[in-house]
């Protein structure tokens, strides 16, 4: 996939992910249950608090929504620092909110690993480092500066000191662990979205390849008769104007640029527009097809066909699917890209299985990614070697993602190794891609033929 085609899925922003209505809801949602616990701490528990602080620190937040909502429209999309702030804000009230009720001694400490995890999710990594940084400092400040949780009787409501230094590490490692492996995930699944969006794009791409394919054949097909037409009557034209030679000039010349239009259309495609032919092929047709972008780039590409040994003869017939064709093509050109010299495909088939292994004289896959081939946007760890040997490659893996889910969806087990070079016969070691089919998904039982001839009207 070209440069330009990737830095569609390149976003330099993460925040402009969310919109604004998203976190004022998140903050109404806050909102009632702080007021739900003060309400049901002070008539149902008859707890002491300091209701008048507390009641304006929560409708600090209310202002916040109530700014937010009338002053930007509601489908805003967040910029970084718009993001970080509204979250900050929330962070910071939550704390001030759990100084005022008892600091960790409050069991509703626990939410401060909200707003950090919210952050993980589609803020920079900075930002999120800031937020941890924070809410990890707000914790330690809690656990020591609050004002008391009292009952009407004057009982202090406290932890024992055991259970509550316990649960001060419990919070620092949850905003570490929850943040991480929010961060992560959302990571995997935006990658894994932009990997299927990019596939999808390809495989779109071929299909219009194919249906161009379809709509020249058809044009060669529709125009063949009037350019017989054409020259026919030219033909008639010449030899009826044999004492007129400007004429005659001029009918000679229109029979030869129907003769060329004919080559021309007739290069470009021979099929008939329902012609089978176009959907099915012959499987070393196939990988032919799939191959001819990379036969002339200065690297041998040598593609071998036979049934394994005691076999059926007959080469099977398979589908021309997009997906097969584009899939193909990309493992192709990866064995290309980093061969020596030389590539070596190999076809074959048995009763029930169709097989191919392309194999180059390369220096094989990294040992650093072998195991995570056929994952979107791999990150090769730091090896000096591997970057020597590829080094116009980032390691993003979108090529070989795209290939293995392409081929998946026709039916085919991909299996990638080091090995290759035995096969093509030099190199370090060489890169060995399996590709195998069973047969009934990919060469279906022929219906009879190509169909029956259609007459042209």
């Not at 030899?239 to 239009?261: G, P, T, V």
């Not at 036969?295 to 071998?304: E, H, L, W, Y």
């Not at 299985?353 to 392309?358: A, E, N, P, V």
């Not at 035995?422 to 590709?435: H, K, P, Y």
Request: with cysteine; hydrophobic share 45%.
């Amino acid at each position: 996939m070209a440069v330009s085609e990737l830095e569609v899925f390149q976003d330099p922003g993460r925040s402009n992910w969310v919109r604004l209505r998203t976190l004022v809801i998140l903050r109404w949602v806050a909102i009632t249950g702080q007021i739900a616990a003060l309400v049901a701490g002070v008539y149902w528990f008859d707890l002491e608090v300091e209701t008048g602080l507390v009641s304006m620190t929560i409708g600090a937040s209310v202002l916040a929504n109530l700014f937010s909502t009338f002053l930007f429209e509601e489908n805003r999309r967040l910029r970084e620092r718009e993001a970080l702030l509204i979250l900050l804000f929330d962070l910071l009230q939550l704390g001030l909110l759990l100084y005022l009720t008892g600091g960790l001694n409050n069991p509703f400490a626990l939410l401060i690993l909200a707003p950090v995890t919210i952050a993980a999710t589609f803020l920079q990594m900075r930002s999120t480092l800031l937020m941890g940084l924070i809410a990890i400092a707000l914790i330690g400040l809690l656990s020591r500066n609050h004002l008391e949780l009292l009952t009407v009787s004057g009982e202090v409501l406290s932890l024992p000191p055991t259970f509550l230094f316990g649960f001060w590490i419990a919070l620092m490692i949850g905003v570490v662990f929850l943040s991480l492996y929010a961060r992560q995930v959302t990571v995997e699944m935006h990658n894994m979205g932009d990997a299927l969006l990019a596939t999808q794009m390809a495989l779109a791409r071929e299909q219009k390849l194919t249906d161009l394919g379809g709509v020249v054949a058809a044009a060669a097909h529709e125009l063949g008769t009037p350019l017989a037409t054409i020259k026919l009557v030219s033909s008639e034209l010449v030899s009826e104007l044999a004492d007129q030679d400007d004429l005659r000039d001029d009918a000679i010349l229109i029979n030869e640029q129907a003769d060329r239009c004919r080559d021309i259309l007739r290069s470009m495609g021979r099929s008939g527009k329902d012609d089978l032919h176009m959907r099915r092929a012959p499987l070393e047709t196939v990988v032919r097809e799939a191959a001819e972008p990379h036969s002339d780039r200065g690297k041998r590409v040598d593609i071998t066909v036979a049934a394994e040994i005691d076999q059926p003869q007959r080469q099977p017939v398979i589908e021309r699917r997009p997906e097969v064709v584009h899939g193909l093509r990309n493992l192709i050109q990866n064995a290309v890209d980093f061969s020596n010299s030389r590539v070596v495909i190999e076809a074959a088939w048995t009763e029930s299985t169709i097989r191919l292994r392309i194999a180059d004289d390369g220096p094989g896959y990294p040992a650093s990614v072998i195991g995570r081939i056929g994952t979107p946007f791999v990150r090769r760890r730091s090896h000096a070697e591997d970057t020597a040997k590829r080094p116009e490659y980032e390691g993003m893996g979108l090529g070989l993602f795209i290939s293995k889910t392409l081929l998946e969806r026709s039916g085919a087990r991909l299996t990638f190794s080091n090995g290759g070079a035995e096969l093509a016969g030099r190199g370090d070691v060489g890169a060995l891609v399996m590709v195998e089919w069973d047969r009934n998904k990919i060469d279906p039982p022929s219906s009879g033929g190509l169909g029956e001839n259609k007459p042209i009207t």
